[in-house]
Structure formats: structure tokens, C-alpha cells
């Protein structure tokens, strides 16, 4: 599995504009046959910064998305509202998805 984190940074002026402009790249990804997930989230220390948790099954899937229309359109919407250059861990797992943390369960009582 190829997984990916990106932070983006955003103008300040533009952070309300962050997620409705990437909805239509969020959704068509999703829909990638090689997809397994795709989440964004904010930094709570940051309200300019964003972060997408992606993944996909094999390299051969993320080469894919990566020369898709819809990731073409949103790298041209995203440099319109990012601050700067975004940062990128791109490595390969093994696994294919999230599993369980052994660590921690929810208590009953």
C-alpha cells in the first residue's frame, strides 16, 4: 500500500475556500478504483494548515490518480490558495488499510 501525507498551507484570506475548492478532487479520488482512502483534517495548533491522509493499493494505483484529469484541475485550483510549496511523506506499507490500535479500547461498564 502507498500511503501519503501532505500539509498544505494556505493563505489566510483563503482558508475558508480550502475545502469547498478541493470537494470535487476529494470525491472523484474516492471513486478510484486503487483508492483507499482519502481524509482531510486541520492542524488545531495552525488554522492555515490542512492535512491529507491518502492511500492507495499499489504504486500502480497512485501513478494513476496522479495523471488523472481531476488531479490536474485541483493542483491548478490548490496553487491559486496555497501560502507555499506543501510538505509530502509518500512511502510504501505493508497492509491495506487502517487496523486496530491493540494499545486502547473503549471501556464498558
Same mark, same amino acid.
Given at each position: 500500500?502507498?500511503?501519503?501525507?501532505?500539509?498544505?498551507? +494556505?493563505? %489566510?484570506? *483563503?482558508?475558508?475556500?480550502?475545502? !469547498? =475548492? +478541493?470537494? *470535487?478532487?476529494?470525491?472523484?479520488?474516492?471513486?478510484? @478504483?486503487?483508492? +483507499?482512502?482519502?481524509? #482531510?483534517?486541520?492542524? &488545531?495548533?495552525? @488554522? *492555515?494548515?490542512?492535512? /491529507? /491522509?491518502?492511500?492507495?493499493?499499489? =504504486?500502480?494505483?497512485?501513478?494513476? $490518480?496522479?495523471? %488523472?484529469? $481531476?488531479?490536474?484541475?485541483?493542483? *491548478?485550483?490548490? =496553487?491559486? /490558495?496555497?501560502?507555499?510549496? !506543501?510538505?509530502?511523506?509518500?512511502?510504501? &506499507? @505493508?497492509?491495506?488499510? #487502517? %487496523?486496530?490500535? =491493540?494499545?486502547?479500547? !473503549?471501556?464498558? %461498564?
Amino acid at each position: 500500500m502507498i500511503f501519503i501525507a501532505v500539509r498544505f498551507t +494556505v493563505r %489566510s484570506a *483563503d482558508r475558508d475556500k480550502w475545502l !469547498p =475548492a +478541493v470537494e *470535487d478532487f476529494t470525491l472523484a479520488t474516492r471513486q478510484e @478504483p486503487g483508492n +483507499v482512502f482519502f481524509d #482531510w483534517s486541520y492542524s &488545531v495548533e495552525n @488554522p *492555515d494548515q490542512f492535512v /491529507l /491522509l491518502e492511500a492507495f493499493a499499489s =504504486a500502480e494505483a497512485g501513478a494513476a $490518480h496522479v495523471k %488523472s484529469e $481531476h488531479f490536474a484541475a485541483a493542483m *491548478d485550483r490548490m =496553487a491559486e /490558495l496555497v501560502a507555499e510549496t !506543501p510538505e509530502i511523506i509518500n512511502v510504501e &506499507v @505493508p497492509g491495506e488499510g #487502517w %487496523s486496530r490500535m =491493540a494499545e486502547l479500547q !473503549p471501556r464498558t %461498564s
